[in-house]
């Protein structure tokens, strides 16, 4: 690399993207095992599969919009949403959620709505659409979402919903290991 006698010359190149490091991202990123972008726990009922996809961002987006100041409705994005939720949680150096960090300190640092998470929670279950209640397979459509949603989160504590809002918002964004096969249809019996 020449030697650069302006300064603004300098500060381009420092301030640009390394293109390498991107490509090397991306390799890495081919390379991992695969990665899933829901997750199945335990949920009210039972246990149930908690997955994010298009139609149900989409909605999430809209759901959780704003109002400008002349009146229209802008959908907040899902990078704001998860950053929303996210706030206040803590990442190890990996960038993974410390799980044994939950505290009370977490919860006040947090900006989440009440919205954001009951939403989450509804659309997530309805993309999911599975569900394991007393060893039988169901399926979770809008109105078992609903019902879920108004029995078990709606009234009780917002901290509970969150939990469940942000690895379903944190599946989306990160992905988690793909399960072993054995064990989803170990789950299904």
Not at 115 to 125: F, G, H, N, S, Y
Not at 154 to 159: A, C, K, L, R, S
Request: hydrophobic fraction near 40%; proline fraction near 5%; charged fraction near 25%.
């Amino acid at each position: 690399m020449s030697e650069c006698k302006n300064p603004k010359d300098e500060a381009i190149i420092h301030t640009s993207p390394d293109i390498g490091s991107l490509v090397q991202l991306c390799a890495a990123n081919r390379a991992r095992p695969r990665r899933v972008t829901w997750i199945e726990v335990p949920f009210a009922d039972g246990v149930y599969r908690f997955h994010l996809q298009r139609a149900q961002i989409q909605e999430l987006e809209r759901k959780c919009s704003y109002q400008a100041k002349n009146g229209e409705m802008i959908p907040l994005g899902i990078g704001a949403i998860f950053s929303r939720v996210a706030k206040g949680r803590s990442f190890l150096p990996t960038g993974e959620v410390d799980w044994s960090a939950i505290t009370q300190a977490e919860l006040l640092a947090s900006e989440i709505c009440q919205m954001d998470c009951v939403e989450t929670i509804r659309l997530a279950l309805i993309g999911g659409n599975r569900g394991i209640v007393d060893g039988e397979e169901l399926r979770v459509g809008p109105d078992r979402a609903r019902q879920l949603v108004d029995t078990y989160v709606v009234g009780q504590p917002v901290e509970d919903a969150w939990h469940y809002a942000f690895a379903s918002l944190g599946a989306l964004m990160y992905g988690v290991a793909a399960p072993d096969e054995q064990a989803t249809e170990d789950m299904a019996l």
